[in-house]
């Protein structure tokens, strides 16, 4: 592996892997370019040093080959803007005799485009003679796409072995993803809390797991936290619970226990009589939620509880909201402890914010600029701290 810094890419042509997964309205417009504009500084360096870039990325999930909707060209104008009016060209094809005669005559300083990857099948099924014909159209492989990176994709992870090892290398916004993410992971400094929130423990216990080696408080919020109080043996009215998982939350308790590490669940909630933005709610005890009610949102005792200990706390990972934050009336928890964290980075902690939902809850109430790092990666994000070793970042680190 080479470093991404250091490496001067005059003349060279750099074939980057990026995650320009968007997502595009009806006309598509882009309603959410973060994803682009995190590739941004890794672009810029290798044009100002007078290098040249070809672009490959998937979007969305295409089923049945080339279709209008998930075309990269709905992209072109969007990036050009963001590279200050750099034109950027666009092949049609990812691979074949268009993609490979626009790379070859692209000039330094120059931008290229290719189609959607996942066009092909052969992308996601990791195709070795589908990732050669891609390795093809650059002399430089280039991983800048953390969102992707915990699949072994033809372009994300088998790529890699076409090139030498001082002709790979992570993109600067991998190498930030990375170093944020082990920030956390591998030198935190203590305490460090977790809060975790989302609907679902089945998703996150083997996070939790891992956590547990790690932090001193793991905070539980959302729709989660009612299976752990459920295996409690309390009241928890028509809250989303997994029943099937009762025995594992009672165990991922005692096993905390035995390792010194602090789960916190939630002590009240904002309840409602159904799932709706327009229904009757009351703040009530986690002892006892009455019947026929469910909790959608963590209360005032609960984010006094939990700000305690967050602004006590000199590391900070957050995944996952509190509660139903895209409905206003249920925003409130997430909220509050997204203020809270960014009062704690103000403070001096280190925060990382990541896994999708946390991250989209960040950005709607204007905070990301408040914390030390939001990650763009939301499965790669989880499997990272789950412990995983990503695909994308071992085939450039074990090459
Ligand atoms: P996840 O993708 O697992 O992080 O879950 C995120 C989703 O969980 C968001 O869409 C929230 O609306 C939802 N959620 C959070 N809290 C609750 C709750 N108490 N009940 C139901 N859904 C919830």
Not at 186 to 197: M, N, R, V, W
Not at 202 to 222: C, Y
Request: glycine residues 10%.
């Amino acid at each position: 592996m080479s470093n991404f810094q250091q490496h001067n890419f005059s003349g060279h042509k750099a074939l980057i892997r990026v995650d320009f997964n968007v997502p595009l309205d009806d006309s598509f417009k882009i309603t959410d370019d973060n994803r682009m504009r995190a590739t941004i500084p890794t672009l810029q360096k290798i044009l100002n040093d007078g290098g040249s870039v070809i672009l490959m990325s998937h979007l969305g999930r295409p089923k049945d080959g080339p279709t209008d909707k998930f075309s990269l060209k709905h992209l072109v104008d969007h990036l050009s803007g963001l590279l200050g009016g750099t034109t950027v060209k666009f092949a049609n094809d990812c691979i074949g005799d268009e993609a490979i005669q626009m790379a070859a005559s692209l000039q330094p300083g120059e931008v290229l485009l290719l189609e959607n990857l996942r066009f092909y099948k052969q992308e996601e099924k990791g195709d070795e003679g589908f990732a050669e014909k891609l390795s093809k159209l650059g002399d430089i492989y280039v991983n800048d796409a953390f969102g992707t990176a915990h699949r072994a994709h033809a372009s994300t992870a088998v790529i890699a072995k076409f090139f030498p090892g001082n002709k790979k290398m992570f993109g600067m916004l991998m190498e930030g993803e990375i170093a944020a993410a082990d920030k956390v992971l591998k030198s935190a400094e203590q305490p460090f809390t977790a809060i975790l929130g989302g609907a679902k423990v089945s998703d996150k216990i083997m996070l939790i797991e891992n956590l547990m080696e790690r932090a001193h408080f793991i905070i539980i919020g959302g729709g989660m936290a009612y299976t752990f109080l459920k295996a409690q043996g309390k009241e928890i009215g028509s809250s989303l619970v997994e029943m099937d998982k009762l025995d594992l939350a009672l165990e991922l308790l005692e096993k905390a226990k035995t390792k010194n590490v602090n789960i916190i669940l939630p002590p009240d909630s904002v309840v409602a009589d159904k799932f709706a933005a327009d229904a009757h709610t009351k703040t009530v005890s986690n002892d006892h939620i009455p019947e026929g009610w469910m909790g959608l949102d963590i209360a005032e005792e609960s984010v006094d509880l939990f700000g305690n200990i967050i602004m006590g706390s000199k590391t900070i990972l957050w995944n996952g909201p509190m509660g139903v934050f895209e409905m206003e009336k249920f925003h409130y928890g997430t909220l509050e402890i997204a203020n809270l964290v960014a009062n704690a980075t103000l403070r001096g902690a280190y925060t990382l914010v990541g896994g999708g939902d946390s991250v989209a809850a960040i950005n709607k109430f204007g905070l990301a600029d408040q914390v030390s790092y939001v990650s763009t990666g939301g499965g790669a994000m989880l499997e990272y701290f789950e412990g995983k070793e990503l695909p994308g970042i071992a085939a450039i680190n074990n090459a």
